[in-house]
């Protein structure tokens, strides 16, 4: 083989080595932006737009609801037989917390109320509302309402529950308006206003918000109808409240008596109790106390 020959040779062998190099390139390149690889690559973390949206609705139909610092009643209905609704307390101050239904009658309550205080659901106790002891400080209470088993959904119910921190009342009283009568009624007597007050506060002794207090006078312990209730939902202060009478007739008269500006008196009047209530917490209140209504009093010659 001549030099020029030789020269030729070398030069084609060249270009064909180049050739191959700049496809073998090109065709990696379009292997690794190949589609049909990309379906085989691994997709343990990646969202596809339809997995990211069943994710979504899995949360929305488990989002439990955050609880503020009072007690919450919780008023609301299931959309169907599956449907769950959750709820969470923070104790910030290592308060006690109380769960009741307030609709339960006696029978056992419609809805299947659990809760969750050291990671184990428990059911509700059947009649009676639930106080926990005290918790530490920032601990989280969760409670979830669902539909009991075999039981027929009606859409019409709603449950009616009290969450939150454990309601005490505290320094209850009275105040009454009535004429002097001296000594002979050994009761608080009032005529046609009484003025009742109290402070409802947590086990840790702060000033609480949403707590439903009754104030209920029977002024006739003889005739059941003449109870009144007068009913408050407490907030961060005293409740105060005034309530006016009706006029009433006495099933009762005195004999004579020398009242304080001795003069001699004849008081016709009715013998009657009252108390203060806490809902969701019964071991709070006051037992009912003796008061007297003066219906008409009179000066005897």
């Known amino acids: 083989m001549n030099s020029h020959t030789y020269k030729r040779a070398i030069l084609a062998t060249s270009t064909l080595v180049l050739l191959a190099g700049l496809y073998g390139t090109t065709t990696l390149a379009i292997a690794a932006c190949d589609p049909e690889n990309n379906k085989e690559a691994p997709t343990n973390n990646i969202n596809t737009p339809q997995e990211s949206s069943t994710k979504s609705a899995d949360v929305i139909d488990t989002e439990i609801t955050e609880l503020p610092d009072k007690i919450n009643n919780l008023i609301g209905k299931l959309a169907n037989k ?17 769960i009741n239904d307030v609709q339960r009658g006696p029978q056992r309550p419609y ?14 106790p059947t009649y009676d509302a639930f106080i926990t002891p005290s918790l530490s400080e920032g601990q ?10 075999n039981v027929p959904l ?17 320094n209850i009283r009275i105040e009454t308006e009535a004429r002097d009568t001296g000594t002979y009624f050994w ?28 104030f209920v006078i029977n002024k006739d312990d003889l005739d059941p109808s003449s109870t009144l209730i007068s009913q408050r939902v407490s907030t961060a202060d005293r409740i105060v409240e005034y309530i006016d009478m009706p006029p009433c007739i006495g099933r009762h008269a005195t004999p004579p008596f020398v009242g304080a500006d001795r003069y001699k008196w004849r008081v016709n009047y009715n ?14 209140g006051i037992s009912p106390v003796s008061i007297t209504q003066i219906c008409g009093i009179n000066i005897v010659s």
């Open 187 to 214: 009761t608080k007597t009032f005529r046609s206003r009484i003025m009742w007050s109290t402070s409802i506060r947590d086990s840790t002794d702060h000033y609480l918000d949403g707590a439903t207090v009754d």
């Open 271 to 284: 013998s009657g109790h009252w108390h203060v209530s806490v809902r969701s917490n019964p071991e709070t």
């Open 154 to 170: 009606q859409t019409d119910n709603y449950f009616n529950v009290d969450f939150g921190s454990a309601p005490y009342a505290h």
């Open 140 to 149: 989280k209470v969760l409670i979830r309402i669902s539909h009991p088993k």
């Open 111 to 124: 809805w299947n109320i659990e809760y969750n205080l050291t990671g184990e659901w428990q059911s509700m």
């Open 82 to 98: 599956s449907d769950v609704k959750y709820y969470s307390f923070t104790a910030l101050r290592g308060q006690k917390v109380m």
